[in-house]
């Protein structure tokens, strides 16, 4: 078995690929004699069991360009991830079905390093993103029962990647330290049944994913993987009145299975002026460095030669 040795990182690698995500939103904590269902709306778990999303990844190594070494090891990354209009049932308070369209959108970027080791190469990276997930109702003002939420991160993280020949495997591990968990901390308003909003919303999170990726060819891909990402989320930091406690917290979480294809432009450094020389180059003593046919080889020639 091969190994690859380490060689200069690609300029750039382009990947797109289609997600089938599922998420899971459950409440902690839940105190129903608490809260007041006319006036919060009522804590409802949701289950989303399966929804497509396009994803798009950018990755470069732009530093290649340069002449200092050290910016080789420095590389920024860019994702994007847009999930299609699916449509969910709830009920409201009076019994009645209705549906409403998910909605879900994530976006990253940040930097990245390359640490390349005898077996594998390690990229530490560090980015902000943003998760945003809801349930919009189609159609009418009753609102549907699960909050809106727009997670704003920052996340550290750490990429392995062992190659072996044509194949390789990446496992892929961050924190997510929150910032804004967006629409669950505010009210709706203009709406019928409102669901749930809680204003000293804290939260924090971890992603993990695992990848397998085969060389169709020295500049394309195929990939395929498995990603998890949760949220773990606490409504009650400070310290509240019973009458103004509804949960305590809440888990959000998305799994998503995978595939996709990967082109990358592999950096291929210029010949240096000492490396290329010309037909007639000459040495330094005057003389040309092209081999020259010996007198015997002359004379062979000329004997041959019919007039």
């Known amino acids: 078995i091969a190994v690859a040795e380490d060689q200069s990182p690609d300029l750039f690698e382009a990947q797109a690929g289609v997600k089938l995500m599922s998420r899971s939103f459950y409440y902690t904590g839940t105190l129903d004699n608490y809260f007041d269902a006319g006036v919060t709306g009522v804590p409802a778990d949701y289950t989303l069991p399966a929804s497509p999303v396009i994803s798009l ?75 945003s997930a809801s349930l919009n ?36 591990a961050a924190y997510r330290i929150g910032l804004s968990a967006g629409g ?59 009458q103004d406690e509804i949960a305590g917290g809440a888990t959000d979480r998305y799994i998503s299975s995978w595939i996709g294809v990967s082109f990358h432009l592999p950096y291929a450094a210029a010949p240096t002026p000492s490396s290329v020389q010309p037909a007639n180059a000459q040495s330094i003593d005057g003389k040309s460095d092209t081999p020259q046919p010996s007198e015997d080889e002359i004379d062979e020639e000329f004997d041959d030669f019919d007039f």
Request: proline content about 8%; hydrophobic content about 40%; glycine content about 8%.
């Open 137 to 172: 109702s189609i159609d009418t003002a009753i609102a549907a029962p699960v909050p809106k939420v727009s997670y704003s991160y920052l996340r550290p993280g750490l990429r392995a990647r062992l190659r072996v020949e044509k194949v390789y495997v990446e496992l892929d």
């Open 184 to 242: 669950i901390e505010k009210a709706q308003v203009g709406v019928t049944d409102p669901p749930p909003h809680f204003p000293n919303t804290k939260f924090l999170g971890f992603d993990a994913s695992a990848v397998v990726g085969f060389a169709l060819s020295s500049r394309v891909d195929l990939k395929a993987g498995l990603d998890i990402v949760q949220y773990g989320l606490n409504f009650n930091p400070v310290e509240l009145a019973p």
């Open 57 to 131: 990844d950018l990755e470069s190594y732009p530093g290649v360009l340069l002449s200092e070494e050290w910016l080789h090891y420095v590389g920024t990354i860019l994702r994007a991830d847009l999930g299609f209009g699916t449509t969910s049932q709830f009920q409201t308070a009076e019994g009645d079905t209705l549906k409403a369209r998910n909605e879900y959108f994530g976006i990253m970027a940040g930097l990245k390093g390359r640490i390349p080791l005898p077996w594998l190469e390690l990229e530490p990276s560090f980015a902000w993103g943003i998760d």
